[in-house]
């Protein structure tokens, strides 16, 4: 047996959507990874003035919409540790439990393009390949990328995969004024949201 090739999806998760889905099959298939590990943020620095559904609600979502593709897991490695939560160090996590895997972890555009403010950029693309997805019209910098972080683009692999205007922050405004998310998440996670209530404001 070869390498194993293993793809790192971490995010909130906040609820997870078709998007994110779409991300991992893509990387999956144009990449020939074995696995995409999907790794729901316990305690994300980034966005901690944004409400999120409890992490075991999301870890449940999560675990719900990959349930019937054999190629995506989930791990709960970044739940399952104190916080603040950065990707580096989970990204070294991984690396200890597959010490011989190539990892790719996986991303929007819109993640590229902030890569500068994340811990130790330059760490995190010496661990992982990082794989891009493009957001509608997010185009990241990335000349003033490279010079900031040397070797950069040989680490880049950006996804053909088609634009999707899908985004969890729309998903949960959508959720509070009542309006209909199907089509959006899959139906296991819709129903999951109904029967909870989550991001709906109860009364």
Do not use: C
Not at 32 to 52: S, W, Y
Request: proline share 8%; hydrophobic share 40%; glycine share 6%.
């Amino acid at each position: 047996m070869g390498i194993q090739k293993l793809g790192i999806f971490g995010g909130t998760f906040n609820p997870p959507h078709l998007g994110h889905l779409i991300l991992a099959e893509t990387a999956v298939n144009d990449l020939r990874l074995d696995r995409v590990f999907f790794v729901p943020a316990g305690q994300p620095p980034h966005k901690t003035t944004i409400p999120l559904a409890p992490a075991q609600d999301r870890l449940a979502m999560v675990k719900l919409a990959t349930a019937h593709n054999q190629q995506l897991a989930v791990s709960g490695i970044d739940m399952d540790r104190p916080g603040p939560h950065y990707t580096t160090d989970m990204v070294r996590i991984f690396q200890g439990f597959y010490p011989s895997a190539d990892i790719y972890f996986l991303m929007g555009s819109d993640s590229l393009r902030d890569l500068l403010a994340w811990s130790h950029p330059d760490q995190l693309i010496h661990m992982a390949k990082l794989v891009v997805m493009q957001r509608p019209a997010i185009y990241p910098d990335l000349a003033s990328l490279s010079r900031a972080l040397p070797g950069l683009l040989e680490r880049v692999y950006f996804l053909d995969a088609p634009e999707i205007e899908i985004s969890s922050t729309a998903i949960v405004k959508r959720l509070k004024r009542g309006e209909s998310v199907r089509y959006r998440v899959p139906d296991s996670v819709l129903t999951y949201l109904m029967e909870r209530r989550l991001y709906v404001r109860k009364s």
